[in-house]
């Protein structure tokens, strides 16, 4: 019998906002790929996994500040993350970040409200990144994978894909102010299938499937 917050779930669109679609291409373009392609010598696998349109969760590693706008360039259509609350309360830069797909989340209720907006953000047709882990790691592995990229999926029943950067942690060191050209490969896994319900095993299983896939894909080095 399938969770009653499934069934509530309103139906979504297939595509985020033209505006924020367009901006996207123009940072893509104008700054992220020219940087990771030359002076990252970046790598790029598994772009056919990767659906065009409809509601999408990217789940991936994270070990840098530079993960979000790789991850986005290199899956080829906005992702949308979450942002602290406080930068939407700065004119200008609020209606900037809501382009390009950022949602707030307060302080203290990270959890409970990341969700809702998160939720939110699939209804209107985004791909929203989550880091599996919540932070990031020295060494770019999962130790500690949580529960709320399955969760997000079990509600609105969208299915999880799997990015692995790779090198991305030794582009800026401790003290250091300048990117360092460290080279960088993001490899993108097959889709896999959202929870049943949001029963903890189910989630805690498709979870596990997250992060062995991501270290799988990982593992394969540069």
């Known amino acids: 019998m399938s969770s009653p917050l499934l069934q509530e779930s309103p139906p979504l669109r297939q595509r ?6 367009a901006l996207y291409h123009l940072f893509k ?6 940087v990771l392609h030359t002076y990252l010598r970046g790598r790029i696998y598994g772009v056919e996994h990767v659906p065009r349109t409809g509601a999408l969760i990217v789940v991936a590693n994270h070990a840098s500040d530079f993960d979000p706008p790789i991850v ?4 080829g259509r906005p992702v949308s993350y979450m942002a ?8 200008v830069l609020s209606q900037a970040i809501r382009l390009y797909g950022a949602y707030p989340v307060k302080r203290g209720a990270a959890d409970r409200s990341a969700i809702r907006a998160a ?14 882990q919540g932070t990031r790691t020295a060494d770019a592995r999962i130790s500690d994978p949580k529960l ?22 030794a582009i800026l060191s401790q003290g ?3 990117p360092h050209a460290a080279p960088v490969t993001v490899r993108i896994g097959e889709l896999i299938a959202p929870p049943a319900s ?19 894909l990982h593992d394969l080095g540069r």
Request: glycine share 4%.
């Open 176 to 178: 250091s102010k300048l």
């Open 198 to 216: 949001t029963n903890r095993a189910d989630l805690e299983a498709v979870t596990q499937q997250c992060a062995i896939a991501i270290h799988a």
């Open 72 to 75: 986005s360039n290199c899956v």
């Open 119 to 132: 939720l939110q953000q699939l209804e209107e047709g985004w791909a929203v990144g989550i880091f599996l």
């Open 29 to 34: 373009w104008a700054v992220v790929s020219p």
């Open 16 to 21: 985020e906002p033209l505006i924020s679609l």
């Open 148 to 169: 709320g990229a399955a969760l997000i999926a079990a509600k609105a029943q969208v299915s999880l894909l799997p990015v692995s950067l790779w090198g991305t942690q």
């Open 84 to 91: 602290k609350e406080e930068l939407f309360q700065v004119p």
